[in-house]
T-cell receptor, first 110, second 118 residues
């Protein structure tokens, strides 16, 4: 079935550093793609999404572009803050459910 | 708070005991999902309901696991004869029926119920 593969962490950064988390997908067709985030002690929440090729999703300073040529949906942020410390999950629809990547733990140091 | 709520947040039990988790979804959401998450892994799909009908179950859901959503509102997930391998975070999520088109994909998650089997 359709699936996503994301880069393994953990990732540790200093404040204001540039963050990239890689995500590639395997799918028949062109499904919507998502990034979810899980802050410490909280439930998963949708961070951003893209519904078709070449779309760019953005939220809270994060961006991800749906690239069908490379079957990728990498997450980027130009200047991270301590409050961005979280686990980030790439996901795509699989029938009426979402399939998630393994997650990437990001820690931002002051 | 009108989000997804789960109870209990933490459960410690001895191997062989039965446990039950409850999930209250967002009230207007027709779909309810159960996922399991272990350390260092992403959420793994267990089962989902549309209203009171259980429409899909993962192979991960052995016969010791049973889920219900009797009136199409709250749901329970019961694990019988728990094993140490059942230790995980059990996540509940809900979504509106319009997600059937696949164009939204927003699942609203609760904070999870952490199970520890000793």
């Amino acid at each position: 079935g359709d699936s996503v593969t994301q880069m393994e962490g953990p990732v540790t950064l200093s404040e204001e550093a540039f963050l990239t988390i890689n995500c590639t997908y395997t799918a028949t067709g062109y499904p919507s793609l998502f990034w979810y985030v899980q802050y410490p002690g909280e439930g998963l929440q949708l961070l951003l999404k893209a519904t078709k090729a070449d779309d760019k999703g953005s939220n809270k300073g994060f961006e991800a572009t749906y690239r069908k040529e490379t079957t990728s949906f990498h997450l980027e942020k130009g200047s991270v803050q301590v409050s961005d410390s979280a686990v980030y999950f790439c996901a795509l629809p699989n029938d009426y459910k979402l399939s998630f990547g393994a997650g990437t733990t990001v820690t931002v140091r002051a | 708070d009108t989000g997804v709520s789960q109870d209990p947040r933490h459960k410690i039990t001895k191997r062989g005991q039965n446990v039950t988790f409850r999930c209250d979804p967002i009230s207007e959401h027709n779909r309810l999902y159960w996922y399991r998450q272990t350390l260092g892994q992403g959420p793994e799909f267990l089962t989902y309901f549309q209203n009171e009908a259980q429409l899909e179950k993962s192979r991960l859901l052995s016969d010791r696991f049973s889920a219900e959503r009797p009136k199409g509102s709250f749901s329970t997930l019961e694990i019988q004869r728990t094993e140490q391998g059942d230790s995980a975070m059990y996540l509940c999520a809900s979504s509106s029926l319009t997600w059937a088109s696949g164009s939204s994909g927003e699942l609203f998650f609760g904070e999870g119920s952490r199970l520890t089997v000793l």
